[in-house]
């Protein structure tokens, strides 16, 4: 059989393709609540520890931790954790009356992607963390007793101060993770392999899937060409915006 040029009737059948579809808007869901909780948390835990207490070696080589163990590992632990029948989350929410019945964390469609979202951001607020740590303590000191010593609260200094000289660093972390957010696979893989119902699946699991399962590898391409071009718009907004947040903290 000769290979036959389809032109753009790859692209066509994207448009119709309900899956892809789906998998895109999980990946958008994903990757936006994923990215802001791990900069608030990133945030708060960096904050921590750049104060000066004992023990805050260990602090900070104990919180690099989550990042730096195998993603499989982690998606096999919080597998067992959100288990329904003796998993350690549904224990503790059962012995806090919180609820009546084990909840089914990876098999209810809603519940399996919020369980995800958890694992990543358990797993990457670390790293967030250690790189706006790095940003925090290339600020001086001097600037935060000159600014209490006009008056400031510590709001203001972190308003005024803090997030103005810690924008690249912020900036860095957010396109980062946005990137890697978006093409997450090894931990959906591990946890949810997409389902149920395709709740879970994200672009990068039905590229593979159209590839590797299905051989479909015009089509894998196409998704591939198009999820890059998404990515990279999806970048620059949150570069611009950004880059709008910088300028109205800085006015201000």
């Not at 899956?19 to 904050?47: C, D, H, K, P, Y």
């Not at 989550?66 to 067992?80: D, E, R």
């Not at 015009?218 to 998704?223: E, H, M």
């Not at 999806?234 to 201000?252: C, E, H, P």
């Amino acid at each position: 059989l000769k290979p036959v040029f389809t032109g753009v009737g790859n692209y066509s059948r994207m448009m119709g393709d309900g899956r892809f579809w789906q998998s895109l808007g999980n990946t958008a869901f994903f990757t936006a609540i994923a990215v802001t909780v791990e900069l608030i948390l990133g945030m708060g835990v960096a904050l921590v520890l750049n104060q000066s207490f004992r023990g805050r070696g260990l602090a900070r080589t104990i919180a690099i931790l989550p990042w730096a163990l195998p993603t499989a590992l982690i998606g096999l632990s919080w597998t067992w954790i959100f288990n329904d029948q003796y998993g350690v989350f549904n224990d503790i929410l059962m012995r806090l009356h919180l609820i009546e019945v084990p909840a089914n964390w990876l098999g209810e469609p809603t519940l399996a992607l919020l369980a995800t979202i958890a694992a990543d951001i358990w797993k990457t607020t670390s790293f967030v963390a250690i790189l706006l740590l790095a940003g925090l303590q290339s600020i001086p000191q001097d600037l935060y007793e000159a600014h209490a010593m006009d008056g400031a609260s510590p709001w203001q200094s972190f308003r005024q101060i803090t997030l103005p000289l810690l924008m690249p660093q912020i900036l860095i972390a957010v396109l980062f993770r946005f990137a890697q957010s978006f093409g997450v696979f090894d931990l959906i893989k591990v946890m949810t392999e997409g389902g149920p119902a395709g709740a879970t699946e994200m672009v990068s699991l039905y590229i593979y899937a159209t590839v590797m399962r299905y051989l479909d590898f015009g089509y894998g391409a196409a998704l591939v060409v198009v999820t890059f071009l998404v990515l990279i718009v999806g970048v620059a907004i949150a570069a611009l915006l950004l880059a709008k947040f910088r300028t109205r903290i800085s006015g201000d």
